[in-house]
T-cell receptor, first 114, second 112 residues
Framework: DTAVSQTPKYLVTQMGNDKSIKCEQN?????MYWYKQDSKKFLKIMFS???????INETVPNRFSPKSPDKAHLNLHINSLELGDSAVYFC?????????????FGSGTRLTVV | LAKTTQPISMDSYEGQEVNITCSHN???????ITWYQQFPSQGPRFIIQ???TKVTNEVASLFIPADRKSSTLSLPRVSLSDTAVYYC?????????????FGTGTRLTVIP
């Protein structure tokens, strides 16, 4: 069983389109995250969310929005896609009370905007 | 946010012990030191985390000197499947996720 799964793995779309990336975790973790990995391999936080609080990185354009139907899911919706949105996006989760396991990441979604 | 510095790449033969050192001179009192492993087309995978002295699990050991300004990840008897990028991160738990900066990591290549 995959602990953190995200779909699709690859996404190619045209500028201006709206798309969503789904993420599910079966670890019972209470916090989920979205990260963007840029061309230099830096992973930068976009959002973190638990059932109490949504924290948004202020540098993230408001075209990006997280949607959490329940504790095990945190989907990323992107409006009006731009060329610069092309990157690999990682979903992750953690249990605040369990430091020793760190963050568990999904395998990533490679988004290409053409 | 504590900045980390680690070698860009390392090569090792199969069966050898590999030590990857990371510098984090401006580590804060509440920061933990964490190492992740990443294979191509996969997300980072947690390896080990420590605060001070030595931590060991089934995968690796982490050595942290008293001043905590550096740390060394030790992988015993590496195999070809250990070829990956290894990231050293320093952050406060659990709020550190908001500043989780992976950097470029160390690309380890295990040679037969």
């Amino acid at each position: 069983d995959t602990a953190v799964s995200q779909t699709p793995k690859y996404l190619v779309t045209q500028m201006g389109n709206d798309k969503s990336i789904k993420c599910e975790q079966n670890l019972g973790h209470d916090t989920m995250y979205w990260y963007k990995q840029d061309s230099k391999k830096f992973l930068k936080i976009m959002f973190s969310y638990n059932n109490k609080e949504l924290i948004i990185n202020e540098t993230v354009p408001n075209r990006f929005s997280p949607k959490s139907p329940d504790k095990a899911h945190l989907n990323l919706h992107i409006n009006s896609l731009e060329l610069g949105d092309s990157a690999v996006y990682f979903c992750a989760s953690s249990q605040d009370s369990d430091r020793e396991d760190g963050y568990t990441f999904g395998s990533g979604t490679r988004l290409t905007v053409v | 946010l504590a900045k980390t510095t680690q070698p860009i790449s390392m090569d090792s033969y199969e069966g050898q012990e590999v030590n990857i050192t990371c510098s984090h001179n401006n580590i804060a009192t509440n920061d933990y030191i964490t190492w992740y492993q990443q294979f191509p087309s996969q997300g980072p995978r947690f390896i080990i985390q420590g605060y001070k002295t030595k931590v060991t699990n089934e995968v690796a050991s982490l050595f942290i000197p008293a001043d905590r300004k550096s740390s060394t990840l030790s992988l015993p008897r590496v195999s070809l499947s250990d070829t990956a990028v290894y990231y050293c991160l320093v952050y406060e738990w659990p709020t550190g996720a908001n500043n989780l900066f992976f950097g470029t990591g160390t690309r380890l290549t295990v040679i037969p």
